[in-house]
């Protein structure tokens, strides 16, 4: 069903926009955390179609496929590592995708800027002494 989804978002592309009806793009996108995408990811079928349907629905859409990629992070944090599987494996065929047809969002870039935010929280959460800001000391620490 995946793959039939996406060959329609394709087909209904017009020069620079989908010509979707507001009813069809809210079923596809709609929702908090993306219910439809969430849920074929999820399952874990047939992810490769369900990456051809995100590069569809977000070419020339960078601001949709910034929230996509936060849906995919704040979902394999919410799952367990077993559950997250299916995300990581999107996640993977996005960064591996470079160059493409004029219009799709960077979506390395995208990728990389949350895996730097995570890691730059637990190293704070591990190595900074609890309740500590930055704000607070300065940027003065002992060493």
């Not at 709609?30 to 219910?35: A, D, H, S, V, Y």
């Not at 599987?85 to 799709?104: D, I, Q, R, S, V």
């Not at 500590?132 to 300065?138: E, N, Y």
């Amino acid at each position: 069903m995946i793959a039939l989804v996406a060959l329609l978002v394709e087909q209904s592309r017009s020069e620079r926009h989908l010509t979707l009806s507001q009813t069809d793009m809210a079923a596809l996108t709609g929702g908090k955390g993306f219910p439809f995408l969430f849920q074929h990811i999820r399952d874990g079928i047939n992810i490769r179609q369900t990456c051809n349907l995100i590069f569809s629905l977000c070419r020339y859409n960078n601001r949709l496929a910034e929230h996509i990629v936060s849906m995919l992070f704040t979902s394999i944090a919410k799952l367990t590592p077993e559950a997250a599987n299916p995300f990581f494996k999107l996640l993977t065929m996005l960064m591996e995708f470079a160059g493409g047809p004029p219009g799709m969002p960077p979506f390395a870039s995208y990728i990389l800027q949350r895996i730097w935010e995570v890691s730059l929280a637990h190293v704070f959460r591990i190595y900074l002494p609890k309740g500590f800001t930055f704000l607070d000391h300065q940027y003065h620490l002992k060493y």
